[in-house]
């Protein structure tokens, strides 16, 4: 089970943390997303990391502004997100793939589980 949590209204150029709580089994090997859904618009992947080792992955249109880490003692992913621009605004949702499913890691596809997103808006 997945958790999202932190999302609201930011101002352009401000920041937000989001969280991901996992629960209910064991992530040490899976792989754990960050997708988006602006209105209109499909789900589109933002961001990536292992749990345990592995380099994390951003999309373009993130990278150098956001920030995704983990806390394995805490079962918690989080995306810290900075420069925020009006065009972020979306809903955010965490996921997670089991070790045996392949894939492009950017294909919402190949992801199992999913939180139950936190909207995100950053007013221009």
């Known amino acids: 089970q997945l958790q999202a949590s932190g999302g609201g209204l930011v101002q352009a150029g401000g920041s937000l943390r989001l969280s991901c709580a996992a629960s209910g089994r064991t992530f040490s090997s899976y792989l754990m997303g960050w997708f988006r859904q602006a209105p209109g618009k499909e789900r589109e992947f933002v961001a990536a990391?292992?749990?345990?080792?592995?380099?994390?992955t951003y999309a373009d249109s993130v990278k150098g502004r956001f920030t995704i880490s983990r806390d394995n003692d805490k079962n918690t992913v989080y995306l810290q997100m900075n420069s925020l621009k009006a065009e972020d605004t979306a809903v955010y949702y965490c996921a997670s793939r089991p070790p045996n499913r392949g894939g492009y890691y950017d294909r919402s596809s190949t992801y199992t589980d999913w939180g139950q997103g936190t909207q995100v808006t950053v007013s221009s």
């Open positions: 990391i292992r749990w345990r080792g592995g380099v994390p």
